[in-house]
């Protein structure tokens, strides 16, 4: 007998496709809630994302109570305490997050306060806390990437402090996910591209890192499909619809699959580097992908090797031998970085960025070896493999 | 019938080995941060008064060491003398006996959720580099390469045998103390 053993948990309710957003009223009816709450922020309420969210449920008979949209891009202790002070004072029953991961957090903090009652969100920091369910939540993702709408996991920053404070709990999971292709049809390419890579790192590190597993697996395989076969449709044709659709979907699918597998060195590299130098986290993702692929080689030939067929298809993978698989796998990821410099300019290397200085590899590295991403990479990181590793991401 | 009758001495023996086991490690983490500048660089970058403690859920075994500061730590028995700071608690003793008696490595049981972080994650992050330098130095090299996720390959014959006579030699002193007080 075999010491494996997993866990896989993923509860939320997806809804997704076309006219998924007019479900939303019946989703909260079944829940009881007649008095939503939308939290998000100015980018979405500008680009007229809320629009069909409210039309649908107005459509139906039910008033959107109070909306906040001023969520910061890095959202704060005090954000969250002021956003349950108007969910009480307006007596909501329920939230809806529209938006990307801030916003989706932002949602996640507020709903421990209004249902756990105070006004200190930091009471509620760490694993475990929360013994009980929360209000309804709905969360309406209007990027294709981070997959906060199925991770049990927020992070808000306690500002008097100066440090990020996490939140993990299940109860945390929305009840359910909106995934509608109206929501992505507006997003700028160079977004597009780096959030679809982020959802494709989430794939191929939750498909390649200690915790993997076959239910993991097979929502991670599924994304970075979807991924490899859309994403470039999408750049070439923004409107495409139905390829907005697919990597939505694939994002959930790589939200679904690492926050029941975790992740590995390109997340501990990345939130360090975007704690450093400020870099958005997708194009982190982007960038580190293959150099940190390349230094877990020989631990995950196997694994990386069978990501070629989802990557590049069967003719390719059945052309190419076994033993070169896993090589041929991260070719494909430099192809399709490539394909997408060439599209929108997103950076392959952090000398690209032009935010990076060579002095701040030093201070990344020492950083990313405290994340706890890298607890959950398969090859023992030393401070010099960091360091090795960024040196060969720098240009 | 019979497997019946010894489970209740089996259970009872995987308890007082875990028990031990926590004693042991808590010492020659004191041990550790007294004799290897790699573990005492590790340690330096957590609070001087941390407490760390190592448990079984609900209320089992347990060890607590405090960084005392200079990347030094204090063996505290499974007393604390404040709010611990960062606690990694295994789910089940079942799970705990699986990591101490090295059939499932520490990064292993924390990617298989046998175990609970409480605390900052960097800290625990850097206390599983401690503890795995530890397993690193006091278990023969076969042993300690099923603890680790991966053996130093920096870490020679010479070093390994003087720093292990050093770490036990320091634990059955504590060891020694302990029953003398």
């Known amino acids: 007998m075999t010491n494996k053993y997993y866990e896989f948990f993923c509860p939320v309710k997806v809804i997704a496709g076309k006219a998924a957003l007019e479900h939303i009223p019946y989703e909260l009816t079944g829940m009881a809630a007649k008095r939503p709450m939308i939290v998000t922020d100015k980018g979405v309420r500008a680009a007229g994302l809320l629009e069909p969210v409210i039309a649908a449920c107005e459509e139906s008979g039910l008033e959107i109570t109070t909306i906040y949209d001023d969520v910061p891009p890095d959202s704060s202790t005090t954000v969250v305490r002021d956003i349950a002070g108007i969910y009480r004072q307006e007596k909501c029953d329920s939230i809806i997050a529209v938006g990307g991961g801030s916003a989706i957090d932002t949602g996640k903090a507020v709903n421990i306060l209004v249902s756990e009652g105070g006004d200190d969100i930091a009471k509620y920091s760490g694993a475990g806390v929360l013994k009980h369910p929360l209000k309804p939540f709905f969360v309406v993702p209007t990027t294709a990437g981070t997959g906060s709408e199925v991770t049990s996991v927020a992070v808000i920053t306690d500002e008097a402090k100066g440090v990020k404070l996490p939140f993990t709990s299940s109860f945390l999971l929305p009840n359910a996910a909106i995934i509608d292709p109206r929501m992505t049809l507006t997003l700028p390419p160079h977004i597009t591209a780096a959030t679809a890579m982020d959802a494709m790192t989430h794939a191929t590190e939750a498909f390649t890192c200690m915790a993997k597993n076959p239910l993991s697996d097979a929502y991670a395989t599924a994304a970075i499909k979807k991924i490899s076969q859309s994403l470039l449709q999408v750049m070439d044709n923004p409107k495409d619809s139905d390829g907005r659709l697919e990597l939505a979907q694939a994002s959930t699918m790589a939200g679904i699959a690492f926050s029941n597998s975790m992740v590995g060195l390109v997340h501990a590299l990345g939130h360090a580097t975007g704690a450093v130098c400020h870099l958005p986290h997708g194009l982190c993702m982007s960038l580190y992908l293959p150099y940190a692929l390349e230094y877990n080689l020989e631990t995950i030939r196997e694994p990386l090797g069978e990501l070629l067929l989802y990557l590049e298809g069967p003719e390719v993978f059945a052309a190419t031998p076994a033993s070169r698989r896993a090589e041929a796998s991260i070719s494909a990821i430099r192809k399709l970085r490539d394909a997408l410099y060439k599209r929108c300019q997103l950076p392959r290397t952090l000398k690209e960025t032009g935010k990076v200085t060579e002095a701040q590899l030093d201070h990344i590295a020492e950083m990313a070896l405290d994340d706890g991403s890298i607890m959950f990479n398969p090859k023992e990181v030393t401070l010099e493999d960091a360091r090795s590793v960024l040196r060969r991401a720098w240009a | ?181």
């Open chain 2, 1 to 181: 019938m019979l497997a019946k009758r010894i489970q209740p001495m089996v259970f009872q023996a995987r308890r007082l080995y875990v028990e031990l086991m926590f004693q042991v490690m808590g010492r020659a983490l004191q041990a550790v941060s007294e004799v290897d500048e790699k573990v005492q660089n590790e340690a330096r970058a957590l609070p001087d008064g941390f407490l760390f403690e190592m448990m079984v859920m609900p209320d089992g075994s347990k060890l607590i060491v405090e960084h005392t500061g200079q990347g030094r730590f204090r063996y505290h028995g499974d007393k604390a003398p404040r709010p611990i700071d960062l606690s990694i608690q295994f789910k089940h003793i079942a799970h705990a006996f699986l990591v101490l008696s090295f059939q499932e490595k520490t990064s292993v049981a924390f990617a298989n959720d046998r175990m609970l972080v409480d605390g900052d994650i960097s800290y625990a992050v850097r206390m599983t580099r401690v503890l795995n330098r530890l397993e690193s130095f006091i278990l023969p090299k076969m042993v300690a390469e099923r603890a680790v996720k991966e053996y130093p390959a920096d870490l020679h014959l010479p070093e390994k045998l003087i720093s292990a006579a050093r770490i036990y030699l320091k634990v059955a002193t504590n060891f020694v103390e302990t029953v003398r007080a």
